[in-house]
T-cell receptor, first 109, second 114 residues
């Protein structure tokens, strides 16, 4: 079983719609969770971090965490073409990050 | 967040040669990491660069192939030794934790081995 699993893509959404990205993890002791955005040919950029159960909003992004279900998600509201990228879910164990395979999002105008 | 730079940004190398990648941070950081991202894949941790001691390697990675130095709290190098085409990847330096517990990536080094 992979440590971090993301819903398979690619995900295509129309401009202005909500993109929903899901991630599950296997280590029940994990306490820190992150979403990175990676544009083609670029390095990962941290866009959200979440540490406690519930929702965390930052602009058009909302991260949701449910530790009991070992589940973390990212919602992108009012999707824009500039949101087209690969989104990586990362979970922190004792010292290192474990990454999911990534979900590629395409926002079509 | 810390500003991270890497050199070179890209390189094309012949098989059997070695390449040293440098990572420089604009402030002192506790931990520095080296990752590999193979084409179309996610990130895999190679090792944690420890200041003043030997690096800690992840399963599947060995010091002879990927020697790492970290002479101080702002600088580290990763060498890819005796390269083969399978080493063609993006190599990324990362630093953390940055308050509260975040980790950031450098721009990466795109390596092509012929």
């Amino acid at each position: 079983q992979k440590e971090v699993e993301q819903n398979s893509g690619p995900l295509s959404v129309p401009e202005g719609a909500i993109a929903s990205l899901n991630c599950t993890y296997s280590d029940r002791g994990s306490q820190s969770f992150f979403w990175y955005r990676q544009y083609s040919g670029k390095s990962p950029e941290l866009i959200m971090s979440i540490y406690s159960n519930g929702d965390k909003e930052d602009g058009r992004f909302t991260a949701q965490l449910n530790k009991a279900s070992q589940y973390v998600s990212l919602l992108i509201r009012d999707s824009q073409p500039s949101d087209s990228a690969t989104y990586l879910c990362a979970v922190k164990g004792d010292y290192k990050l474990s990454f999911g395979a990534g979900t590629t999002v395409t926002v079509r105008a | 967040s810390a500003v991270i730079s890497q050199k070179p940004s890209r390189d094309i190398c012949q098989r059997g040669t070695s390449l040293t990648i440098q990572c420089q941070v604009d402030s002192q950081v506790t931990m520095m990491f080296w990752y590999r991202q193979q084409p179309g894949q996610s990130l895999t941790l190679i090792a944690t660069a420890n200041q003043g001691s030997e690096a800690t390697y992840e399963s599947g990675f060995v010091i002879d192939k990927f020697p790492i130095s970290r002479p101080n709290l702002t600088f580290s190098t990763l060498t890819v030794s005796n390269m083969s085409p399978e080493d063609s990847s993006i190599y990324l330096c990362s630093v953390g934790p940055q308050a509260p517990n975040e980790q950031f990536f450098g721009p990466g080094t795109r390596l092509t081995v012929l």
